[in-house]
């Protein structure tokens, strides 16, 4: 089955930790997309990247890192700098049809 | 620089009742509009997409949406709702920026459908 997979389902974070999520796809697919969903507020773009190596800040980076070494993954770190992190988390990609995502089942992020 | 309303936070009706979900847009070039839905604790799932072919487009489980140029809107339809149509539904609006299509949400609307 192609899709994207997003894990873990849930995590949990304590203070002045880092934690990554992980999303991967064997779509095939270029554009990969990292979101963050609060209630009541949509989804926000956190980052987002067009091709592997590259990746630019969306409208939301301040305490998140990511990387794209390979062009199935597309891992996003919640640094100690993030510090409101309690959040649904979705990563998303593109493919030929470049305006179309597709999206992974989501991560919920928890602080204790 | 482009923008989404969704003009209601929750709309509530009853079993085999028509369902309509609200969205307005702006948008300084032609834009790509979507409606994708979302159950809970889930990923979104795309439900249907305009691209400047046919203004009514027609998506799965029998929704529609029909793109008007003069209101700038994008609103969702359904003739008869079913109780697994209740669901979160966002609105999307993407414009090409930059070498790359860059999507902007509504806030959502809630589907709440009583037997």
């Known amino acids: 089955d192609g899709g994207i997979t997003q894990s873990p389902k849930y995590l949990f974070r304590k203070e002045g930790q880092n934690v990554t999520l992980s999303c991967e796809q064997n779509l095939n697919h270029d554009a990969m997309y990292w979101y963050r969903q609060d209630p009541g507020q949509g989804l926000r773009l956190i980052y987002y990247s067009q091709i592997v190596n590259d990746f630019q800040k969306g409208d939301i980076a301040e305490g998140y890192s990511v990387s794209r070494e390979k062009k199935e993954s597309f891992p996003l770190t919640v640094t100690s700098a993030q510090k409101n992190p309690t959040a649904f988390y979705l990563c998303a990609s593109s493919g030929t049809s470049k305006e179309t995502q597709y999206f992974g089942p989501g991560t919920r992020l928890l602080v204790l | 620089a482009q923008s989404v309303t969704q003009l209601d936070s929750h709309v509530s009706v009853s079993e085999g009742t028509p369902v309509l979900l609200r969205c307005n847009y702006s948008?300084?070039?032609?834009?790509?509009l979507f409606w994708y839905v979302q159950h809970p604790n889930k990923g979104l799932q795309l439900l249907l997409k305009y691209t400047s072919a046919a203004t009514l487009v027609k998506g799965i489980n029998g929704f529609e949406a029909e793109f008007k140029k003069s209101e700038t809107s994008f609103h969702l339809t359904k003739p008869s709702a079913h109780m697994s149509d209740a669901a979160e539904y966002f609105c999307v609006v993407s414009e090409y920026y930059g070498g790359s299509y860059i999507p902007t949400f509504g806030r959502g609307t809630s589907l709440i459908v009583h037997p």
């Open positions: 948008s300084s070039y032609s834009p790509s």
